[in-house]
C-alpha cells in the first residue's frame, strides 16, 4: 500500500457536519475545514484563511458563508471566494483571492475527499442497498497501514477495488460491513466503518459492540505502532498565493471579454415586464461574485448588456439576473424576453462589482425604482441575513411592477413597497425616507435616472455626506458631448495620443493596443476607469459622484474626455 | 518540525526578556527557557538578580547562590522586567521616556505562554482590524470594521518600525475608558520581539498611555508574551488593571495558535496582505533586511 495523494478516503461521517458547525478534518498531514452550507453543499477546503493562516475550523459557518474568526473576511459556499474584508469596506476584494478546494463526495454516511484528482471514492457495490448504518470512528497513534492489516485478519481487502485501506468482512452476528482507514499523517488513522442491512432493533447497542471491538482493535496496533520506530509526520503544503495578490492590494480588471459559458436553466417573469434568468455553468462551477456586482450578457446578435446578480450570499450555484423589457431597447432586452429560452447558452463575463458595498453602517437604507431592486436585493440579502439592520423601500406602479417579489418578502418588516407615486408624491416620499439622516446610516439607490437625480438631490439637502450616499445608474441619459479634440499621455506605456472629436479615449487607447475593460460603454457602470495624474477631465458619466468629479484623479473613459489640451492617465 | 535551529547572530544578541522582577521569588533558584536553551535566575543575598545557563547541580527551586555566579549572563533590569543575552547584547535597551514619568501606573501586566513564534504575535499586536471580532465590545466592536489608512515607516537612524495616525473606533479602549470613542495609536517595534503602542489617553488629551509587549522566544514555535503598562489610571488598582490585560490576551491567544505556519512567513506570496497590513509588510521587510531567521521562514533567495 503506497500512500500517494491520489487517494480517496472519507475524511468526516456526515453527522460530523451538523447545522452550521465547522469540522476540523485531516488527510494525509493536511488539514480541512468541512462545513455544509444551508443548501446542502459540503465544502472541503484548506483549513486556513489567506490573510493571515488562521484556521478556518474555528471560523464561524453562517449558513451562505465562512467567515473567519481573526478579520471576519467571508469566503462564499462552494466556490471558497473572498466576497468581503470588513478592514476595509468600501473595496470590493479582487476575485481572485479564493480558498484551496477540495473535492467531495458524500457516500455511504461518509464525506470524501482527496488531495489528488477527481475520480471518486472507491464503489462498495455492498453498500449499495441503503440501510446503513455508520459506526462511531475509532482514532488511533497508528501507521493506516497497521490497522488495515490489523482488519485484515477479521475480513478481506475487497477483491478488485483494493486501493489497500478498505476492509469488507462479516461480523459475528453475520452483518455485512466495510471499514475505511483515513490516513490522517503517517502515524496517525482514523477508523470508520459502515453496516450494510443492518436490521437490529437497538441500532445503540450495535454502536457500542462495535465501538468495544474497535477499541481493541485500536489498542492492538497502538502498542505495536510504539514497538516500531514513528514514522515522520507529513509536512502540510502551503500553497504561494498568486503574485498578483502577494503585491498591495488593487483590483484585477478583465477586459470586455465573455469568459463563461452558461446554461439558461431557468426563465420566469419574475415581475411584470421582468423577465428572470437563472443561468448555471455549462462545466465546472461559476466565479465568486459580491452584492451589487453584475456580469456581461454577450447576446446572439452581437450587443453586450450589463446586469445586476441578485443571489444572495452562498447562492453560488447558478447567477440570477432580472431583465426588464425596454419599448426602446436597442435589442438588449428584447432578445433575452423573446428569444432566449430555457436551456439557450449564453455568453457572459465573469462577475465584476463596481457598486460595493459596505456593511460598517449601523443602517443600511435600499431604495430601489423599477427593476433597479435588483443590485439593492442582493445587498439586502447579505446584510439581512447577518443581522444587519436594514429598511428596503421599493417605489414601483402596482405591485405586479415589483420584481422578484419572493425575494423582497423575505425581507418581512424590513420591506416597504411604495405603489403608484406620481413624480411629485415620490419626491414628497423620498423626503420623508430621507429627511434625516440616523447616525451612521447608508443609503444605496438604484432606479430611473429622474428617480435617482431627485433622491440624490433631497438626501444632499438633507445633510446627507456624499461618502454615504451610493447610487447605480441604469444608463447615461445626459448627453454626451464627443466634440473636443485633446491628446492624451499614458504614463506607464510612454504614448502620447491624439483624442479627436467623435471617438472616446476608450477607443483610441484600443486601436492603438492598450486594452482596458469596459462594460456598458455610456459612462453608467465604472468599469472603464482610469485614474487622472495631470490634467482636467470633462466629467461626462453618471458613475462618480460630485465630489469624486471635482476631485479630478478618476475618468470614465467610454465617455468622459479632458477640458485640458492635455491629460495624463496611469494607463 | 520546530527544530532546533541555532539562533541568528542578530537573535542570540539581543536582550530578551524573561520574567517580571516583581515576581522572582527571594532566595530561590527560578528556571525558564530562552532560545530553546535552559536558563537559571535568582536575585541574589542583595536583591540583584542574575542569569546563569542552567546547570544540572542547581535546579529550581534550590536555595539561590549568596553571590554573582562565575558565569553569569549578560543581565539588566529594565521596564519591570529581568532581561539577559546569549550572545553580545549592545549596552543599552530600546528607550520608553514615558516609563520615568513620575505621575504613571508602572504595571508588569501579565506574562502568558503561547504556542506560536514571536514575529507573529508582534504581527497581531500591531494589528487592527481584528479588533471587532476577537476583542468584541472591547477594543472594536461590529459594524465598525474599518482600518482607515496610516503612515508607516522604517527608521534607519533609529533601525524600528514606526506606525501613526492608526485611528479605530472601540468602544472600551482602557480600564477609565467611558463609551465608545476613536482612538489614535502609535506604534514602534524597536526590537524584532518587542513592540510600545501609544495610544490617547481617555484622562488628558495631550498625553498617552504606553502599552509594550515584551516576547520572550522560549523556541522558535513558543513564546512567553510579557506584558508592560505605563498608564494614567488613577482609579483602579493593579489587580484590575492585570485583569483587563489577561482579559485581552487571553482573546488573542486561541487565534494565535491556531495560525499556521507558526513561524511567520516573509515570502511575499505566502499570505495575502491588505493595505491594513501596511505596518505587518513592513516589519517583514525590516526582519528580513535585519537577516532575522528565528521564528520565521525566510524567503527563497
Known amino acids: 500500500m503506497s500512500l500517494t495523494n491520489d487517494i480517496w478516503s472519507p475524511i468526516a461521517a456526515s453527522g460530523d457536519l451538523p447545522f452550521r458547525h465547522v469540522f476540523h478534518g485531516q488527510l494525509l498531514g493536511q488539514e480541512f475545514a468541512a462545513w455544509r452550507a444551508d443548501d446542502g453543499h459540503v465544502n472541503v477546503w484548506e483549513n486556513r484563511c489567506l490573510h493571515r493562516g488562521v484556521r478556518l475550523s474555528i471560523g464561524l459557518n453562517d449558513g451562505r458563508e465562512l467567515v473567519c474568526q481573526y478579520h471576519g473576511w467571508r469566503y462564499a459556499n462552494r466556490t471558497a471566494g473572498c466576497t468581503y474584508i470588513p478592514a476595509h469596506p468600501a473595496d470590493a476584494p479582487a476575485r481572485t483571492i479564493t480558498n484551496r478546494t477540495y473535492p467531495v463526495v458524500e457516500r455511504y454516511g461518509l464525506i470524501w475527499t482527496t488531495l489528488g484528482e477527481e475520480r471518486g471514492p472507491p464503489a462498495r457495490p455492498e453498500l449499495d442497498s441503503g440501510d446503513l448504518l455508520t459506526l462511531r470512528e475509532m482514532a488511533a497513534n497508528a501507521p493506516a497501514a497497521m490497522a488495515v492489516a490489523a482488519l485484515r485478519r477479521h475480513g478481506d481487502d475487497g477483491g478488485q477495488e483494493g486501493d489497500g485501506l478498505s476492509v469488507t468482512l462479516t461480523t459475528p452476528e453475520g452483518t455485512r460491513a466495510a471499514f475505511f482507514v483515513q490516513p490522517v499523517d503517517s502515524g496517525r488513522c482514523v477508523i470508520r466503518g459502515v453496516l450494510a442491512g443492518d436490521r437490529s432493533p437497538d441500532s445503540i447497542a450495535t454502536l457500542r459492540l462495535h465501538n468495544e471491538r474497535l477499541k481493541a482493535l485500536r489498542d492492538v496496533i497502538e502498542a505495536e505502532a510504539l514497538a516500531a520506530p514513528a514514522p515522520e509526520p507529513l509536512a502540510p503544503v502551503y500553497a504561494p498565493v498568486s503574485a498578483e495578490l502577494a503585491e498591495m492590494p488593487g483590483l484585477l480588471k478583465a477586459g470586455r471579454r465573455a469568459s463563461l459559458s452558461v446554461a439558461v436553466s431557468r426563465k420566469w417573469a419574475a415581475g411584470a415586464d421582468v423577465a428572470g434568468f437563472e443561468l448555471a455553468a455549462v462545466s465546472g462551477g461559476l466565479p465568486t461574485f459580491q452584492p451589487g456586482g453584475h456580469i456581461d450578457v454577450h447576446l446572439p446578435n452581437g450587443l453586450i448588456r450589463p446586469y445586476s446578480l441578485v443571489n444572495a450570499p452562498g447562492e453560488t450555484g447558478s447567477y440570477v439576473i432580472g431583465v426588464k423589457r425596454d419599448p426602446a431597447s436597442r435589442g438588449g432586452s428584447q432578445t433575452l424576453h423573446e428569444t432566449v429560452r430555457e436551456g439557450d447558452l449564453l455568453a457572459i463575463s465573469e462577475p465584476r462589482n463596481n457598486f460595493p458595498l459596505r456593511r460598517d453602517a449601523n443602517l443600511t437604507i435600499f431604495i430601489a425604482g423599477g427593476v433597479g431592486v435588483t443590485p439593492l436585493i442582493a445587498m439586502a440579502q447579505a446584510l439581512d441575513h447577518s443581522g444587519s439592520a436594514i429598511a428596503f423601500h421599493c417605489f414601483a406602479r402596482d405591485e405586479a411592477h415589483i420584481a422578484f417579489a419572493d425575494r423582497l418578502g423575505a425581507l418581512k418588516s424590513r420591506f416597504t413597497p411604495h405603489l403608484g407615486l406620481d413624480p411629485v408624491e415620490t419626491e414628497a416620499r423620498l423626503r420623508t425616507l430621507l429627511g434625516q439622516r440616523p447616525v451612521g446610516a447608508h443609503v444605496y439607490l438604484c432606479g430611473p435616472t429622474p428617480m435617482l437625480e431627485t433622491a440624490r438631490r433631497v438626501a444632499a439637502e438633507a445633510g446627507w455626506p456624499e461618502a454615504a450616499v451610493h447610487f447605480e445608474y441604469f444608463k447615461n441619459e445626459r448627453a454626451v458631448d464627443a466634440g473636443s479634440s485633446f491628446e492624451i499621455a499614458l504614463a506607464r506605456s510612454a504614448l502620447t495620443l491624439t483624442v479627436p472629436a467623435g471617438r472616446t479615449i476608450l477607443e483610441v487607447l484600443r486601436d492603438n493596443g492598450v486594452d482596458l475593460p469596459s462594460s456598458c460603454e455610456q459612462g453608467a457602470c465604472g468599469t472603464c476607469e482610469a485614474t487622472v495624474l495631470e490634467g482636467e477631465p470633462d466629467h461626462q458619466d453618471v458613475y462618480l459622484s460630485d465630489a469624486e468629479k471635482r476631485e479630478g484623479r478618476r475618468i470614465m473613459t467610454c465617455v468622459s474626455r479632458a477640458r485640458s489640451a492635455r491629460i495624463t492617465l496611469d494607463v | ?301
Open chain 2, 1 to 301: 518540525m520546530s527544530g532546533f535551529a541555532s539562533p541568528d547572530p542578530v537573535t542570540l544578541n539581543l536582550w530578551h526578556p524573561i520574567a517580571a522582577i516583581g515576581e522572582i521569588p527571594p532566595g530561590k533558584v527560578s528556571a525558564t527557557v530562552l532560545l530553546d536553551e535552559p536558563v537559571n535566575f535568582a536575585k541574589v543575598a542583595d536583591g540583584e538578580p542574575f542569569v546563569w545557563r542552567a546547570r544540572p547541580e542547581l535546579r529550581a527551586g534550590d536555595a539561590a547562590p549568596s553571590t554573582r555566579p562565575a558565569d553569569a549572563l549578560p543581565s539588566l533590569v529594565a521596564y519591570g522586567y529581568l532581561w539577559t543575552s546569549l550572545g553580545t547584547p549592545p549596552e543599552e535597551i530600546f528607550a520608553i521616556p514615558e516609563y520615568a514619568e513620575p505621575d504613571r501606573r508602572n504595571v508588569a501586566a501579565a506574562s502568558i505562554g503561547v504556542a506560536v513564534s514571536a514575529p507573529r504575535a508582534i504581527e497581531n499586536f500591531l494589528d487592527m482590524g481584528h479588533f471587532p471580532y476577537v476583542h468584541t465590545g472591547i477594543l472594536g466592536e461590529q459594524p465598525h470594521t474599518e482600518v482607515k489608512e496610516y503612515d508607516v515607516e522604517t527608521s534607519a537612524e533609529r533601525d524600528e518600525v514606526l506606525a501613526t495616525r492608526c485611528r479605530f473606533f472601540q468602544p472600551m479602549a482602557s480600564t477609565v475608558a467611558k463609551g465608545g470613542m476613536e482612538v489614535e495609536y502609535v506604534y514602534r517595534v524597536p526590537h524584532p520581539f518587542c513592540s510600545v503602542l501609544y495610544k490617547s489617553s481617555p484622562l488628558d488629551a495631550n498625553r498617552q498611555d504606553v502599552i509594550a509587549i515584551f516576547l520572550q522566544p522560549v523556541g522558535q514555535e513558543r513564546i512567553r508574551a510579557h506584558m508592560m503598562l505605563s498608564i494614567l489610571d488613577d482609579q483602579n488598582d493593579d489587580t484590575f488593571i492585570r485583569r483587563f490585560q489577561l482579559m485581552v490576551f487571553g482573546q488573542d491567544k486561541p487565534i494565535l495558535e491556531n495560525q499556521f505556519p507558526k513561524r511567520l512567513p516573509l515570502d511575499p506570496r505566502a499570505e495575502t496582505p491588505i493595505r491594513a497590513d501596511k505596518s505587518a509588510i513592513a516589519y517583514r521587510r525590516w526582519l528580513s533586511a535585519k537577516g532575522v531567521t528565528y521564528g520565521v521562514i525566510p524567503a527563497a533567495a
